[in-house]
Structures are given as C-alpha cells and as structure tokens.
C-alpha cells in the first residue's frame, strides 16, 4: 500500500517517567520508529540516565524498535535560546515548563521547519514508518518543539496524535 504520511504520530518526554514505565509506554503504544529529536542526545543525572543516546538504542534494540535521530527536527542553539530567555523571565525552569514562549515557536518554525520537505524527511530519516514516536525531554508535549512537530504532520496529513505522559495518562493536543 502507497501510504502518505503516517497513520498517527506518537510523543514522549523522558521527566516525570522511571526506566520501567518509560519504555512501558513506548512498547505499549505500538511504536515502529523511534524518533530522537534532540540536537544533543543526553540527559543530565542518574535519575534520566536511561534516556542517554547509547543506553536508549540498546534498550530500544532489545524490544525491537528502530531507533533514528532525526537532527533536520532539532532546534539549533540560537532557537532554544529564545526559550532560555522567556523561561528566564517568567522565572520557569526547564522541568517544569508547560508551555513554549512565542518567540521560541516562531524562531522553530522560521529556522527549523520552514524549507523542510516534510514528505522527503517522512520518506527517508523517518523511513515511511506508521507510528513514528516523536522523542525529547519534556514532560508536557507543548512545553516542547515535539508539540510543532506533530502539530506539523496533523496540518500535512491530518493524522491523529497520541502524546504520552508519565503515569500511564496519555493526551491529544489542543487545538
């Protein structure tokens, strides 16, 4: 079957998960790709440890889930910059960010997304996958660039999103 666009598009954070109901959640949500969308592939701390680019693959691996990174959809220093700076003054700190500033959002699309085919990048870094899963650190999906992302792919193929949180709660975007 010629499919455009996947069926549903997946997102995950790491903070707020442990190791067990991390990967629970991948696995159980019928995941066929693994999308790392960070620009760098660790994550400060024993406790987040799991998330770290080697350890993540090997686990992923052993469960039987491609993994890529997908560098094209990472936001480039001067872009997260903005977030520093709005994070900075509402006095927020990363961990605990529910939203994205405006200026972050405008500056990822503008620098990020804008000029990006979308079919090339699904077709090739993303290998056609069905269900690829969308993966950066934040725990809230719109407190994070996955949030543009899949919000991308809805306006493109108008496919259903699923963004997974700890606890086994799960939720859509807004509008």
């Not at 994205?100 to 993303?126: K, Q």
């Not at 690829?132 to 792919?153: G, K, Q, Y």
Request: proline residues 4%.
């Amino acid at each position: 079957m010629d499919r455009r666009g996947p069926e549903c598009v997946l997102t995950i954070g790491v903070y707020g998960f442990d190791e067990d109901s991390f990967f629970d959640a991948v696995q159980s949500s019928g995941c066929d790709l693994f999308c790392d969308i960070r620009a760098r592939r660790g994550v400060r701390g024993a406790r987040y440890a799991f998330a770290n680019s080697r350890r993540l693959q090997d686990r992923l691996q052993d469960l039987g889930i491609a993994y890529a990174h997908v560098k094209e959809l990472a936001p480039s220093p001067e872009v997260r910059r903005a977030q520093h700076e709005e994070d900075r003054r509402r006095g927020v700190g990363k961990r605990v960010r529910d939203e994205l500033g405006t200026a972050f959002i405008n500056a990822y699309r503008e620098r990020c997304l804008d000029g990006l085919d979308i079919d090339r990048l699904w077709a090739t870094s993303m290998r056609g996958a069905a269900r690829p899963m969308l993966f950066c650190v934040e725990r809230a999906a719109r407190a994070c660039h996955r949030s543009i992302v899949s919000d991308w792919f809805v306006r493109r193929w108008g496919v259903a999103v699923r963004n997974l949180e700890p606890c086994g709660s799960s939720s859509s975007p807004g509008p």
